[in-house]
């Protein structure tokens, strides 16, 4: 699953719900009883429907100076340049979903090296977490979602032409850290918006 | 929002759906086109109804040498001790989701130091998340969810009488790195199913 904003993953944070997914019958907005905030609840089966945010997990690929990015081939953010990385699925930990998503989007092997930075990013009820990963060989070439996979040194990143705040803050923190010897978790949030 | 296992969050990572949110028609489990997982999917209108795991965010609350807990009031693990922790909520950074459990949950008025643990939890589809944090003051007192509220020092921790693998965790690793005066973001999976 993907970076993609479909009806699902809209970017409208409590997205719209009608029906009850358990009984089929109409829901409405209420607070439930020891609750605090709207919920979506079935008229008759009383099922609450909760919605929380997501969890996009992702790759920060290193081979010698260099960082695998990613062309996107697919809407948001089409034709720009990414990290690879997209939602995590039920039954993974983060790391094995930032694996599987680098394997889909640049067929690349890779090795974890650890957590490196997380980003909540609350206007669109998502969490972004990157890992710093080793490539290890130059097999790569591009998945379906993806155009085109490559090697940038610090001096050639498209910083005008990549995909998200999260992963323009991941590889400056990086740059930064690899200057300093020192390489560090990185927590934050990113209140703006990309632009479309 | 707690740490309940309801119909919503029943510990079972792929909860089953029957109808369409959007249209109420019956959903089929399908793998739609360029996926490659299981999917329900709407019979009527094509809306593809995504499942993610859920973020359950918690601090860790110091003051002096002494460590707040709550004892649950709540199932699961009613009446064992807990971190004050829960469900984030859409439009909250995950920081905001930790404060807001920590109000709701032991009334305390804390300052957040940094990110501390975050742990996968695959079989439930859960990621935890706990910030440390500052307790400012002894106003503290239990919210509708919690029977009792304590601090603790190391040698008073009741660990036979903890609510959740990530709390011992959490709490093993603040010990040690207080010991070892230097405290590290810590990240990891917890595999193991918690005790009924």
């Known amino acids: 699953m993907q970076l993609s904003l479909s009806v699902e993953h809209s970017g409208v944070y409590t997205p719209l719900m009608k029906f009850c997914g358990q009984c089929g019958a109409s829901l409405r907005q209420q607070i439930p009883e020891g609750d605090n905030r ?56 983060i790391a094995e979903g930032a694996t599987r998503e680098t394997t889909e989007e640049a067929n690349a092997n890779i090795s974890i090296i650890d957590l490196y930075t997380l980003f909540s990013v609350p206007h669109i009820s998502q969490v972004y977490v990157f890992y710093r990963a080793e490539l290890l060989d130059l097999t790569f070439f591009p998945g379906i979602e993806t155009m085109e996979t490559k090697l940038f040194k610090e001096e050639d990143i498209p910083w005008e032409e990549l995909s998200f705040p999260s992963v323009s803050q991941t590889l400056e923190y990086y740059f930064k850290d690899r200057r300093d010897n020192s390489f560090q978790f990185h927590e934050g949030n990113i209140r703006v918006s990309y632009k479309k």
């Open 38 to 93: 709207l919920r979506y609840v079935c008229s008759a089966c009383h099922t609450i429907h909760y919605q929380n945010p997501r969890i996009i997990a992702g790759c920060l690929p290193i081979y010698e100076n260099k960082v695998l990015l990613c062309k996107r081939a697919i809407e948001p953010r089409l034709g720009k340049w990414t990290l690879p990385a997209g939602f995590l699925e039920n039954g993974e930990t």
